[in-house]
């Protein structure tokens, strides 16, 4: 075995460690992994087969997406070369309840960098939206400013999806994805949930959004330059 081959099986050893339960040790092998990736000029498909995986996430709505959830999702996953969709999600365990959320497919090492940040941004986006409507003292229904929160959160979505780098599919990952979304049960026509406002005060919130989006940073490794994830700004662990 020459020396890029035992390179080859040393990278293959560290794709099957970013599997393991542990949240640390799997983050740290698939950085060690793509850094080797880097280093020697080899790409993923040159150590084995596609990975394509799933993963899930819960979202913060009910049966129906809101609008701004879906557009940040969808937005997050085309960014990534990712497939998702929306739906109630499995249980871990006959205990667990079910709960809605999005379901990503693609890559692996793009799909765990994705569903990653999609995690962080609802949450931070929900934070976000919280807050905003504690400042809407003035008005005076509830439904109103559910509205008016919505609109705040489409325009936090707009400015903070801007700030994504773009992966692009090569013609055989994207057949790997098809293949594995096609044995998938996704059901189709999902409607979001609208609820504009229609007024001057809903474009406001929209471009208050816009603002507050500008305090979010993403940072994440792009391939064959730099490794890593970060999402900084607004201590994103609350």
Not at 16 to 37: D, P, Q, T, V, Y
Not at 98 to 104: D, I, K, L, P, V
Not at 183 to 190: A, G, Q, S
Request: aromatic share 8%; with cysteine.
């Amino acid at each position: 075995m020459n020396d890029i081959e035992k390179i080859k099986a040393k990278i293959k050893k560290l794709f099957a460690l970013s599997k393991s339960s542990n949240a640390n040790e799997a983050a740290l092998a698939l950085e060690m992994a793509r850094k080797l990736l880097i280093e020697h000029g080899i790409k993923r498909n040159d150590v084995g087969e596609f990975e394509i995986i799933e993963e899930d996430i819960k979202g913060n709505s009910g049966e129906k997406p809101t609008k701004y959830e879906s557009y940040l999702i969808s937005t997050i996953a085309t960014a990534f070369g990712c497939r998702v969709a929306y739906g109630l999600l499995k249980r871990e365990t006959a205990f667990d309840p079910f709960y809605w959320g999005h379901t990503f497919v693609g890559l692996e090492h793009r799909v765990k960098i994705a569903s990653f940040i999609a995690e962080v941004l609802l949450r931070k986006m929900k934070k976000a939206r919280k807050d905003y409507m504690k400042i809407l003292t003035r008005v005076r229904t509830r439904t109103t400013k559910i509205k008016r929160g919505d609109e705040f959160c489409l325009g936090w979505a707009f400015t903070v999806v801007d700030k994504l780098h773009q992966f692009t599919n090569t013609h055989e990952e994207k057949l790997a994805i098809d293949n594995y979304v096609a044995n998938l049960k996704w059901r189709d026509n999902l409607k979001t949930i609208s609820r504009s406002i229609g007024k001057s005060s809903g474009l406001n919130d929209f471009l208050n959004g816009r603002r507050a989006g500008t305090d979010v940073q993403i940072q994440h490794g792009v391939e064959n330059s730099t490794c890593g994830t970060l999402l900084l700004g607004a201590n994103h662990a609350k």
